[in-house]
């Protein structure tokens, strides 16, 4: 027996990876076949935090950190506060993923985990600083940027933020209201607004986020987290846990690296939306859609497919990358006109043809028009 060979590798132990390593395992049809697990750290620390939202209880239910059942949305000269029903915004702390992946996993005795770092993958072979392992299929999570920044047919935007767990001397949040966008903060020529998760009314996860090409230097981030709770009768505060991050947002054609062999996931396979950079859902839903297309020992390169929500994203990203400071008004646009349920199923590309036409009557069509007509010709 070559103690090198594996059926299944999977490189990278992020949200993607563990995922997917654990939804093999737990399937019966995948029990007898070898898995390797390949990640560089040891994911022992709460280095980001996921949030989503679901219509009805999640296979994930157990870690979620914290739900809502309302939200706020708000822009120059308007503001809504709504219910999510039929929908819960949901958030998960990636320590407690972590652990609770950890744990699971070693039940199953036809995983291997090392922690060691990819160098190179080759066809059917992935080397490490240690060793080259072989195997039949290969799946990578590790993303690397410089192909994406070496071509100009699709704008690459980021979604970058420094995030801020604040305690307050005084109560002040409403913890069942979330802020999903306040733009309601100085623009500056970009998309800028504030994300704010209320943990309790004396504490409170909040992230100064940008959708725009260019990172800040950290001050910029932390000065408008102070300087937006300046609106809040906190009687001062102190900073528990600061995290932060860029999140490609692009419709560049990641999926055209696949091979038979070799599937690239998670951000690095184009899985985060890129209108909006979420990206924990998808995994969540793609990692299922992937075992079950396993099963029909299709090569790699086959799975998913691009289909009009793609599109959809690719001319709101090359409108925003065109004009970054219409953002606030773009997003203004869509919450004014359209019923909450009709975006987020929008955002979850679970719309009908018919809400897809009011959203698109939602914004400026000239713009989008111009974007289209670049894209045609």
């Not at 994406?148 to 305690?167: N, T």
């Not at 065109?322 to 590309?349: H, V, W, Y």
Request: with cysteine; hydrophobic share 35%.
């Amino acid at each position: 027996m070559n103690h090198h060979h594996f059926d299944y590798i999977i490189c990278g132990g992020g949200a993607a990876g563990l995922l997917l390593a654990y939804r093999l395992c737990k399937d019966p049809f995948f029990k007898n076949h070898s898995l390797l697990l390949i990640e560089k750290d040891l994911k022992n620390t709460n280095d980001r935090t996921w949030c989503f939202w679901e219509s009805r209880k999640g296979d994930l239910e157990a870690i979620v950190h914290k739900k809502w059942d309302r939200a706020f949305f708000g822009a120059a000269d308007f503001a809504l506060e709504f219910p999510l029903a039929p929908f819960q915004y949901k958030m998960i702390r990636s320590i407690d993923f972590y652990r609770s992946m950890k744990k699971n996993l070693k039940e199953f005795p036809q995983l291997t985990q090392i922690k060691e770092k990819v160098s190179q993958i080759n066809k059917n072979a992935v080397t490490t600083e240690v060793q080259t392992y072989y195997g039949n299929y290969i799946f990578s999570s590790i993303y690397n940027p410089k192909a994406l920044y070496q071509q100009k047919k699709y704008p690459v935007l980021l979604q970058h933020f420094v995030g801020q767990i604040i305690e307050t001397q005084k109560p002040c949040f409403d913890s069942e209201t979330l802020e999903f966008m306040n733009f309601n903060v100085p623009q500056k020529g970009n998309t800028r607004f504030m994300y704010m998760l209320p943990l309790g009314p004396k504490k409170a996860l909040l992230e100064y986020t940008l959708f725009s090409s260019e990172l800040l230097e950290r001050k910029v981030y932390v000065d408008a987290i102070s300087d937006f709770l300046k609106n809040y009768p906190t009687g001062g505060y102190e900073v528990l846990e600061e995290e932060e991050g860029k999140i490609p947002m692009t419709c560049y054609r990641f999926d055209l690296k696949n091979s038979p062999t070799l599937l690239h996931i998670g951000t690095a396979g184009g899985w985060t939306k890129p209108s909006t950079g979420y990206t924990f859902q998808r995994i969540n839903k793609k990692t299922k859609e992937l075992v079950d297309f396993l099963k029909q020992n299709k090569p790699l390169h086959k799975f998913g497919k691009r289909d009009r929500f793609w599109f959809y994203d690719l001319l709101f990203i090359d409108v925003l990358a065109k004009d970054n400071g219409s953002g606030a008004d773009l997003f203004r646009r869509m919450f004014e006109k359209n019923a909450p349920k009709t975006i987020f199923n929008f955002l979850d590309e679970k719309s009908s043809f018919q809400e897809e036409f009011q959203i698109m009557r939602s914004f400026n069509i000239k713009q989008f028009l111009g974007a289209l007509l670049k894209r045609i010709f």
